[in-house]
């Protein structure tokens, strides 16, 4: 209970706002609450009736367990994108989540006989493989393929289930109950009084987030093209903001099964089933609060403030700068950071500062694609690296490093050769990671002096696992003069290194 008195003291005397001033104010407010909502959802897959379930869950329970646990994962993740400012991932993660959530609640609200049709439907590709072995075929030979019968045996033992109890799946075509996921959501969405209202719903919901997963030509036209005044497209190389609307109308299609999965374990205390309470509302109220303030903005204004084409620059409205691909960065993990300097300070060694991967081959990536758009002198100061000093709630001693960029220099550069160049909006994204070294480390205080002498210093990639320098590879080098040096008590909203606040120092 301590955990949710944790999440709830985050609110103080406000645990429900109700109004918000603008747009940007809901949703930097529905962040902090996504998190939560998701956090709330994860310990309440952690509760148990220990009377009831001393050790695990039996094989009654545990396919729905298996279900909560994964819509809680799949929302963090979906938030993580939110807070990249990528809508169009977003979208893709959101037809999964609600089908799980959905799936889910079908499940609870049906008796045992379903939830082992759900487990029996999910052995249609394994008995295939099972046949295949059976046949002879050359993957089943090889250690891939054993690996994977061996695998598929085994589950099917735990679950003491021959290839012959599938006769009903196999009838149903492996549907679970033999219907459709439209069916499905009808079942648990409503009676015939309200089929209609559940079609539209359906259709308003999982219909068009489907999409997203089979590359439709409306999810093409959506996100990754543009229309031209004269009927053609033009690529659109951006990613699309994001806003309240990808993450609040999955909600209540997450928290019902959480609800019932509380009753099902005998743990639906009235102060659990409050929180569910709180995120209802909560959620409901930024609904609200979204469609005052958001109005009635046309598709252009709300989806299209980057009108980009390589024909014409001066088409464009906002500049999208990415130096800290998310999927590039979660691939090389981030790992440490590396100070290079003369130990006996004679000017020998060029000051450097190396960013430490747990996958050097991945972040060696990272760096020849920001030579190919920078060079090996960042002339221009396009990257941006601040040192950020100072204590952190729960991380008193150590200092953050930023990677970002600074638009304003892009522009200028940009405009040497194209005057026209003008964009009205920015968009940036940043990677941090926190270094806590010993109170007698003087690593960070020999670069400042070292770079104080050369004027100058070089950014290049480093192997750091298990906290210990692996490998180097100072060819990959970017030269850079500027780095900025800030103190956590002199950062203010308006600065690139705020965001240390907003994302809690993580990577």
């Known amino acids: 209970m301590d955990e949710f008195d944790g999440i709830m003291a985050k609110y103080g005397d406000r645990p429900l706002r109700e109004h918000f001033e603008t747009v940007a104010e809901i949703n930097q407010f529905a962040v902090q609450f996504y998190r939560d909502a998701a956090d709330i959802y994860d310990a309440f897959t952690r509760l148990k009736d220990f009377e009831r379930n001393p050790s695990g869950y039996s094989l009654d329970d545990a396919p729905i367990l298996g279900l909560l646990v994964r819509i809680w994962k799949l929302l963090k993740e979906t938030i993580r994108y939110h807070v990249e400012n990528n809508a169009e991932f977003i979208a893709i993660f959101q037809r999964t989540l609600l089908e799980t959530a959905v799936t889910a609640t079908y499940l609870l609200k049906h008796d045992q006989s379903v939830v082992e049709d759900f487990r029996k439907c999910s052995y249609k590709d394994r008995l295939r493989i099972l046949q295949d072995a059976k046949n002879g075929s050359a993957f089943s030979k090889t250690k891939a393929g054993q690996r994977l019968l061996r695998s598929v045996e085994k589950k099917m033992k735990l679950e003491g289930f021959s290839e012959n109890d599938f006769a009903e799946q196999k009838k149903n075509r492996w549907k679970l109950q033999g219907k459709s996921f439209l069916d499905i959501f009808k079942d648990v969405y409503g009676d015939e009084h309200t089929a209609q209202v559940n079609e539209h719903m359906y259709r308003c ?20 093209l543009q229309g031209n005044e004269d009927g053609t497209f033009s690529i659109y190389p951006f990613f699309h903001p994001a806003d309240i609307r990808y993450i609040t109308p999955i909600l209540p299609f997450c928290s019902e ?212 320098i692996q490998d180097m590879d100072v060819s990959l080098y970017i030269e850079k003069r500027e780095i900025h040096f800030v103190q956590i008590a002199d950062i203010h909203p308006n600065d690139p290194e705020y965001a240390i606040f907003a994302k809690n120092d993580t990577n």
């Not at 919901?205 to 990754?224: A, L, P, R, T, Y």
């Not at 001693?397 to 600074?406: A, Q």
């Not at 220099?409 to 941090?432: A, D, K, W």
């Not at 002498?453 to 480093?462: N, Q, S, V």
Request: one cysteine or more.
């Open 205 to 224: 919901s999982f219909g068009i987030m489907s999409e997203s997963v089979h590359c439709s030509w409306n999810d093409s036209m959506d996100w990754c």
């Open 257 to 468: 099964p959480y609800a019932l999965w509380l009753k099902r374990i005998g743990v639906a205390d009235r102060y659990y089933t409050m929180m569910l309470d709180w995120i209802a509302r909560q959620n409901w109220n930024l609904y609200l609060e979204f469609d005052r303030l958001y109005g009635d903005m046309e598709p252009a204004a709300e989806q299209r403030q980057v009108q980009a084409t390589s024909e014409n620059a001066k088409n464009i409205k906002a500049l999208l700068q990415i130096f800290t691909d998310p999927i590039e960065w979660d691939k090389a993990k981030w790992s440490g950071t590396v100070f290079l300097f003369d130990p006996e300070g004679l000017k020998k060694q060029i000051p450097g500062l190396g960013i430490g991967f747990a996958d050097f081959e991945a972040g060696k990536t990272i760096f020849d694609g920001w030579i190919k758009r920078v060079g090996h002198v960042d002339q221009f100061e396009e990257i941006r690296v601040s040192i950020i000093e100072g204590p952190l709630p729960g991380k008193p001693n150590g200092y953050t490093v930023m990677i970002s960029s600074n638009p304003d220099h892009t522009i200028r550069r940009t405009q040497q050769s194209q005057p026209e160049f003008q964009p009205t909006n920015v968009i940036l994204m940043s990677r941090m990671h926190r270094m806590n070294p010993a109170s007698t480390s003087k690593n960070l205080e020999r670069f400042k002096q070292a770079l104080n002498e050369f004027g100058f210093y070089r950014l290049f990639p480093a192997h750091v696992a298990s906290q210990q």
